[in-house]
């Protein structure tokens, strides 16, 4: 039995989430908390947000009725939230120019990341360019071998990329890498996190600044059809681009939200990173949540061919969507991913990130189990251009970039 | 009954910390009775974890090789035991919240008091999040201990007022490891926790040398260093032990005579 939590913490999503985190950055996030709740009310603020992520992201995102995949399945109606198509080709976009755009009003100068595949770096390095603002971004050594374009993007839009080679060489310890070199430069420096993980209250700055997919899902599609979709698919490693598409759906009880975890070579082995499938409740990276972990809660290496949800942890709203049963977690293969990969290439013309990827694979093994008159909504989280040396590879070319 | 206060019965107290199982639990479990006879007043006994976040490289390192050595939370128990049986030294564990949470919070605590050991670390459970696991120690005698950092500014008064044991002043930004100099003004932090409470005061963090030891421990009650040790452990392996208590003889000489003496 889990004892219960401190009566003092914050940032709680049922028993999960709070501030688990060395003394030292305390501070720094309560200073984060009190700036974020003063401009999120903050008119000015969130007029130069919505202006940014009109005109420099390209917002709203389309929502496409992929007619072919559609007929193809010959069950429910999909459609693609298209935030592939913003600036830098993925979601995270939306969170780095709010979370930028806050760091600037508290008077920071410089911005520090972590990346997986390397969106969430290409992205925070755009907006410190576009805010003239330092960059320097952390990047396991097996991902800066997996994702080598990224890693050159973020150096040409003038940031530093650190390798991490400690660890397993990927995204968890390009956080931990982070959260160390922040302990260490605090005043002028904003952490800016990818992911709705780590301590309060990232995960609800996040969220938050993602929600606007499900705003404007919501908005398109009663546009569109007149009615909320029976469900929404989206792909989590740490889940921001899922909160994103799920948020404003939470209260519609009808509408199934539905998460893919990255099953690598499946759940029943240990190359994988399907946190909810194989985790169990845990406290790192400044959060309680669900974690891949042995019995003596060493976090457990894990694997996806996907570099952006190859993480052994999941954000703790979603670990509490999943303990009340608001929403429900698949786990989907290497080989399921990319299979999807290419028939979404193939019958829409849109290669998709191999993170969405995952959530094509849920959408295409549902869709035709529901009938014609019921609507998927599936959000292509990211652009796939990133995978395909990788996805080649896998498919036994020799390609690469 | 918990021993922390002992440990700074002695004058000015030497806190070494170890990463047990680095190279081995067979010599953790001759190194610690051995850094106690050498004058050590408290040891911390780190209990390795996979991604120990607050920790620079010289440490993280030891943990991976304490790991792949075959250390696991519960033949550290039995090692506790093991050197208990030789020496009464203090003794605290230090590791992170999940190593903790994920063996059972009660079931780690209680196994560590009849252990022998007298404290618990947790450099990633801050003043707002103790409670969970400060309750649980209260409740079974094992003091938990709490850090301050040279951030925490307006929080040390709330930290210090509810501290058990000893307050851990953290001397320098950024993660453990060694450093040249050390600028933070320790003697302040030190002056506002006890401002609130009587209670021993040790730092950490950087600290390496006799001579940086002996100006800390101008205003601290105690001196605590880790990666230095660690280093020795690194570097002569299982052959550590003379290298080791060498520098705990001098280290406790250094904090005793005072920074004209070293």
New interface residues.
């Given amino acids: 039995m889990a004892m219960e939590n401190s009566p003092g913490s914050k940032g709680r999503f049922g028993i999960h989430g709070g501030q688990y985190i060395p003394e030292t950055l305390m501070n720094a996030v309560n200073e984060l908390e009190e700036a974020y709740n003063k401009y999120k009310e903050d008119p000015a603020f969130q007029a130069e947000l919505t202006e940014l992520l009109n005109e420099y992201a390209g917002r709203p995102s389309r929502l496409y009725y992929a007619g072919r995949m559609t007929e193809a399945l010959g069950g429910a109606k999909i459609y693609l939230k298209r935030e592939d198509l913003n600036h830098t080709g993925a979601h995270k976009i939306n969170n780095c120019l709010g979370q930028v755009l806050l760091a600037k009003r508290m008077g920071k100068t410089r911005v520090i990341a972590e990346t997986g595949a390397g969106q969430h770096g290409v992205a925070t390095a755009t907006v410190a360019a576009l805010f003239g603002m330092e960059c320097e971004i952390y990047m396991g050594v097996k991902d800066i071998e997996r994702q080598a374009l990224n890693v050159y993007k973020m150096r040409l839009l003038g940031a530093k990329v650190h390798p991490v080679s400690s660890g397993t060489g990927t995204l968890k310890d390009a956080v931990s890498e982070t959260m160390r070199e922040w302990t260490s430069r605090i005043d002028d420096t904003h952490y800016v996190l990818g992911s709705c993980m780590g301590p309060h209250p990232f995960p609800t700055i996040v969220r938050d600044f993602q929600s606007v997919i499900s705003k404007e899902i919501k908005e398109q599609l009663l546009d569109k059809e007149g009615r909320l979709p029976d469900a929404v698919i989206a792909c989590v490693g740490g889940g921001s681009n899922a909160i994103g598409a799920f948020y404003h759906f939470i209260q519609d009880k009808d509408v199934r939200l539905i998460g893919c975890e990255a099953a690598g070579r499946g759940i029943d082995t240990f190359e994988t990173a399907a946190t909810i499938s194989t985790g169990r409740e845990g406290i790192f990276h400044g959060m309680k949540s669900y974690f891949c972990q042995d019995e003596y809660g060493q976090i457990a290496p894990v694997y996806s061919i996907s570099a952006g949800l190859d993480y052994p942890g999941i954000g703790p709203e979603h670990a509490y969507l999943h303990d009340i049963g608001r929403a429900e977690y698949v786990a989907v293969t290497d080989d399921k991913a990319v299979d999807a990969f290419e028939y979404l290439s193939r019958t829409e013309g849109i290669i998709p990130a191999v993170e969405s990827a995952h959530a094509v694979a849920c959408a295409m093994k549902l869709a035709p189990k529901m009938d014609r008159d019921r609507i998927i909504v599936i959000n292509i989280s990211g652009r796939g251009d990133k995978d395909c040396a990788a996805i080649a590879r896998f498919r036994g070319e020799d390609l690469h970039e | 009954m918990n021993k922390i206060a002992d440990a700074f019965k002695n004058g000015k107290a030497f806190i070494p910390f170890v990463t047990c199982g680095d190279p081995s639990l067979e010599v953790t479990e001759r190194l610690v009775p051995a850094m106690a006879e050498a004058g050590a007043d408290l040891i911390e006994l780190g209990i390795p974890?996979?991604?120990p976040?607050?920790e620079?490289?010289v440490i993280?390192e030891a943990n991976i090789r304490a790991?792949s050595a075959g250390a696991?939370?519960?033949k550290i128990f039995d090692t506790a035991v093991k050197i208990r049986r030789k020496s009464s030294v203090p003794m605290v564990f230090m590791t992170?919240?999940?190593?903790?949470?994920?063996?059972g919070?009660?079931r780690f605590v209680k196994n560590a008091v009849s252990c022998g050991m007298d404290g618990l670390i947790l450099?990633?459970?801050?003043?707002?999040?103790?409670?969970?696991?400060a309750?649980?120690c209260r409740r079974c005698g094992l003091g938990f201990i709490s850090?301050?950092?040279?951030?925490?500014?307006?929080?040390i008064a709330r930290?210090a007022a509810s501290a058990d044991g000893f307050v851990y002043c953290?001397s320098s930004?950024?993660?453990t490891g060694v450093r040249s100099r050390i600028t933070t003004d320790t003697g302040k932090m030190v002056s506002l926790v006890k401002e609130q409470q009587d209670i021993p005061c040790a730092v950490g963090f950087g600290i390496s040398t006799p001579e940086q030891a002996a100006q800390i421990a101008v205003t601290a009650d105690g001196v605590i260093v880790g990666s230095a040790i660690v280093k020795l452990c690194a570097r002569y392996g299982k052959e550590c032990i003379p290298y080791v208590t060498d520098f705990v003889r001098a280290m406790k000489q250094a904090v005793t005579a005072g920074p004209d003496h070293s």
């Fill in positions: 974890f996979s991604d976040t607050a620079g490289p993280q790991l696991t939370t519960d992170y919240a999940n190593v903790v949470y994920s063996y919070t009660e450099p990633d459970v801050p003043f707002e999040e103790k409670e969970e696991f309750a649980v850090l301050i950092a040279p951030t925490s500014e307006d929080r930290i953290v930004l950024g993660v």
